[in-house]
């Protein structure tokens, strides 16, 4: 597939993110980006494509554990990197998702997809953009699901985690959950504590894991958003 090549050569450096916009055609970057997705097997209906499994950098070991880490990441910045810095699980699948109800100007999939993958600390993981393509709601609950993973489990900031039963089917998802890894930004460890014995009356078995303080805190992709 010709627009791997180009993809490879923006990795390297060999050519910029506006030349690979350009020669990649909206038609094209859709195809690619589900040929993409595909090569992952995450979900029912999807294989790994010969021409694309070089494409990544190793392999995802089904029996080994996975956190999927989802978001609108838009801009990425360094509260992200420090989600994946300090997971304890090596295996993250970031997922970013194209939220319509979100509302900011997005880029083209394929220019958020690449800038993402551009990122060092993203790189040492692996990117899933089945999810960019969507245009309608996506909520977590109807992907984890489907998911063919063993155990299903979400890397998250400490606002996504307290506010986990208000998203759409949040008891169900809890239900369908193993681990929740939390990095802190806005609440405290007793607030924190209060939750999570709300939480394990719904799934007691749940497993919660809370990383350690970083100077990021304060840091959102609202706040640093280009208005324009």
């Given at each position: ?38 090569s992952f097997s995450l979900f029912e209906n ?165 990383l350690n303080d970083h100077p990021f805190k304060k840091l959102s992709s ?7």
């Open positions: 597939m010709q627009e791997l090549k180009l993809l490879e050569k923006f990795l390297r450096k060999e050519i910029e993110l506006a030349q690979v916009m350009t020669e990649i055609s909206e038609i094209k970057e859709q195809q690619l980006l589900s040929t993409l997705a595909h999807e294989q790994t494509s010969p021409e694309t499994f070089y494409f990544f950098s190793k392999k995802i070991v089904e029996d080994e554990e996975i956190v999927f880490f989802p978001g609108s990441f838009h801009p990425w910045h360094q509260g992200h990197q420090e989600c994946l810095k300090q997971c304890p699980i090596k295996n993250v699948i970031v997922m970013p998702d194209q939220n319509p109800e979100k509302n900011f100007l997005r880029p083209r999939p394929l220019e958020s997809y690449l800038t993402l993958l551009s990122q060092d600390e993203v790189k040492r993981h692996y990117l899933y953009p089945g999810f960019l393509l969507l245009s309608e709601n996506n909520p977590t609950h109807r992907w984890i699901r489907k998911l063919r993973v063993r155990q299903k489990n979400i890397l998250m900031g400490d606002d996504s985690f307290m506010s986990i039963l208000s998203w759409i089917n949040g008891v169900e998802l809890l239900r369908m959950l193993h681990h929740l890894i939390v990095l802190p930004r806005f609440f405290l460890m007793e607030d924190y504590k209060l939750h999570e014995d709300r939480l394990r009356r719904i799934n007691p078995d749940i497993k919660i894991t809370y609202r706040s640093i958003r280009p208005t324009s």
